[in-house]
């Protein structure tokens, strides 16, 4: 018979599974969208009083681009409104993750009308008033550029918590902030924690071509800051030594390298994973979603200014077709990948594998074995985690695996099924 229960840490407790800057992102979406309804009035009114077809028609496509905003904004709203809703089993969070994949669509139907207006110009010229066309261009830009300032900062996608550089010169996987120096009489020696996509693991790499360590003399100890201590013995894989034992996390402790000429102390911080998980994990597609519209916007007021501008001045009427087709491609690269990242997460691709080797390792290592586990993304920042553990330690039950998991951040749901080995037989 085995030990089944469902537990969840933090927020998970009441399947509130948003971002942590949900509520600004959503004013942010709000604010773009009162920006965007103004100028088309704006310019449907000024071009109606004073009899400009051009003037109406940007006024028109910019009630366009502000329809597109309001699916982000939408979203936002509803899934805070309904955040608490026990009718969504797992919360609201990927309804922004379903905005944004609605937003590729809508940018891939802009690209494909882009491109065909372009090469319908190509066979078709048309005459061209430049004295309403660029200036039009240019206040449509500066539109953008406002909506580009105000839906930017840390929360338009790109956003990671914690910086990482790669420390290059010494360890290419290793985090920049993860790179320790020992100076010692023997040589000038990098130690860091590697996990480029492998458990946890020390290095200790010569920095200088006459470093030389044999790794029988060297270990690592660490002193957490609760006092407990673990050491490390080292193996020489050949130009580095690596730890023969992964690092449990946190990664968050003082370490003790003791060389044959003496210790060292080094000292390192709680690090989240590294940058295409961690962005994965947690990438808000929903403010992403929206700041490419307005980018795409942008893009394509700067290409139409040139194509006008070497039109008007060389003649060169194919450039404003030519600044159409460029844009329409642009676009629709930036719709596919918006599509490809929020189709994965709503088919429920893992988009941390680090983090499910993690737990795995991390039950395995104390002997146990993992049956089944399944990692997927609930929200911006949540990850949620179905694993079925076989052992053979009577006293280990759930409560014992949620306690020895909860230590990884972002896993915000958690669900255990513990099989005795002998009810597998």
């Known amino acids: 018979m085995s030990d089944f229960k469902d537990a969840a840490f933090g927020a998970g407790h009441d399947h509130i599974f948003l971002g942590a800057a949900h509520e600004q992102n959503e004013r942010r979406t709000w604010a773009v969208i009162a920006l965007c309804s103004a100028m088309m009035l704006a310019e449907i009114v000024g071009g109606s009083m004073f009899g400009s077809l051009a003037l109406v ?54 690209a494909v009308l882009i491109g065909y207006e372009a090469v319908a110009r190509f066979l078709s010229p048309v005459p061209i008033h430049f004295g309403e066309a660029i200036p039009i261009a240019v206040v449509g830009l500066l539109v953008n550029l406002a909506s580009v300032w105000l839906l930017s900062g840390d929360h338009h996608g790109h ?17 920049e902030d993860e790179v320790q120096k020992i100076f ?8 860091s924690i590697f996990e480029e996509g492998v458990p946890p693991v020390f290095r200790i790499t010569p920095a200088t071509q006459r470093s030389r360590l044999d790794s029988s003399a ?6 957490r800051p609760d006092g407990t201590q673990q050491v490390f013995a080292l193996a020489d894989r050949g130009g580095y030594l690596e730890s023969m034992e992964d690092i449990p996390e946190p990664h968050a402790f003082k370490a003790i390298v003791r ?20 962005d994965a994990a947690t990438r808000d597609h929903n403010i992403r979603s929206a700041y490419i519209h307005v980018i795409a916007d942008a893009a394509v007021s700067v290409l139409a200014i040139i194509g006008l501008v070497l039109a008007h001045t060389f003649g060169w009427l194919w450039m404003d077709p030519l600044a159409g087709v460029v844009g329409a491609l642009v676009i629709a690269n930036w719709s596919y990948g918006l599509m490809r ?11 941390d594998r680090r983090m499910a080797e993690n ?22 920042g949540h990850m949620s985690a179905v694993v079925s553990v076989a052992t053979s330690e009577s006293q280990r039950d759930s409560r014992f695996y949620h306690t020895l998991l909860e230590r990884f951040k972002g896993l915000s749901h958690l669900t255990v099924e513990v099989q005795p080995v002998q009810a597998l037989a």
């Open 57 to 110: 028609a940007d006024g028109l496509h910019m009630s366009t681009h502000a329809g597109a905003m309001l699916i982000a904004a939408l979203a936002y709203t509803y899934a805070r409104k309904h955040a608490a809703d026990s009718r969504f089993v797992f919360g609201t969070g990927k309804l922004g993750d379903l905005a944004g994949f609605t937003s590729a669509i809508v940018l891939a139907m802009i």
């Open 159 to 175: 956003s990671h918590g914690h910086s990482h550089g790669h420390g290059h010169g010494y360890d290419e996987h290793a985090h």
């Open 184 to 191: 010692a009489p023997s040589g000038v020696f990098a130690v």
């Open 218 to 223: 060297v270990s690592v100890t660490t002193v």
């Open 259 to 278: 060389m044959p000429d003496g210790e060292h102390e080094v000292e390192f911080e709680e690090h989240e994973h590294g940058h295409d998980a961690q």
């Open 341 to 351: 990242d929020t189709g994965a997460i709503l088919l429920d691709m893992n988009p």
């Open 359 to 380: 737990v795995r390792h991390a039950i395995e290592d104390r002997g146990d074995k993992v049956v089944d586990l399944h990692v997927w993304r609930l929200g911006p």
